[in-house]
């Protein structure tokens, strides 16, 4: 599903002739199988969020390869990126990234819009959704008006609305309490047990590492070690 090649990444810090060159991510290879949940662990400044922007295509790498369901991603621009996305990724943050004035019915909608699925077809589909994730009676709320675990969740359903085999995920439970957390492990196990979503989980949470089949350690930008959950 996911196959990282000698991936290698630094930032340019500075003004043309005056630049410093800091590196982020050395020569990292590493693969996600289909169905799996794969974590990623490391200390604050070891590359990961990085890592996890790099193969979402939110920035391009510097040197190696990134090949998702076998597709070179790495040469992508953005515009042939953004289409790739809406296919085959979905995305769970900690911040949630809801759109403060549309309601959860809107903000799991949007996707659909994106994609140009037509307005029965979305009222359908994110209803359902809704319905999924235990917060039917909640579309016409916004984010404000909903508990964190309740932001989550919607976040959730806005990743699943478009059926992706991949949820690529940092620190998912990074803004919740440990009840709450609790919940939102259980649902993403139940995620990839029943539907077969393939997970990538940036985090710092030891608890949510176990919930990996494997987790892979970065340490100074390099991989330090990989071994089953």
């Known amino acids: 599903m996911i196959k990282v090649k000698n991936l290698s990444h630094d930032f340019e810090i500075g ?4 630049k410093t060159i800091i590196p982020v991510l050395r020569d990292i290879t590493f693969d996600v199988n289909q169905g799996e949940i794969v974590t990623i662990v490391g200390r604050s400044g070891s590359g990961k969020s990085t890592l996890l922007n790099l193969v979402s295509g939110f920035i391009r790498p510097k040197a190696g390869k990134i090949y998702i369901n076998g597709i070179d991603t790495s040469t992508f621009n953005e515009s042939k990126f953004a289409d790739f996305r809406i296919r ?21 909608e949007l996707p659909l819009i994106l994609k140009g699925i ?27 008006e909903l508990s964190g675990g309740q932001q989550q969740r919607v976040s959730i359903a806005r990743a699943l609305i478009v059926n992706p085999p991949i949820i690529l995920a940092d620190e998912p439970t990074g803004s919740l309490d440990t009840e709450t957390e609790e919940d939102l ?6 995620l990839n047990k029943e539907l077969g979503i393939t997970f990538l989980i ?13 987790t892979i350690e970065l340490r100074d930008g390099r991989v330090f070690w990989e071994v089953p959950a």
């Not at 492990?185 to 139940?190: T, Y």
């Not at 710092?204 to 990996?212: C, F, L, S």
């Open 185 to 190: 492990l259980n649902f993403i196990i139940h």
């Open 15 to 18: 003004k043309k002739g005056n």
């Open 88 to 108: 085959h990724l979905g995305f769970i943050f900690q911040s949630f990234q809801l759109i403060p004035s549309m309601t959860a019915f809107q903000n799991i």
């Open 202 to 214: 940036i985090t710092h949470d030891e608890k949510v590492a176990r919930i990996g089949h494997r």
């Open 118 to 144: 037509s307005e029965s077809e979305r009222k359908v589909m994110a209803n359902d959704m809704l319905n999924k994730v235990g917060l039917s009676e909640y579309g016409g709320h916004y984010p404000s």
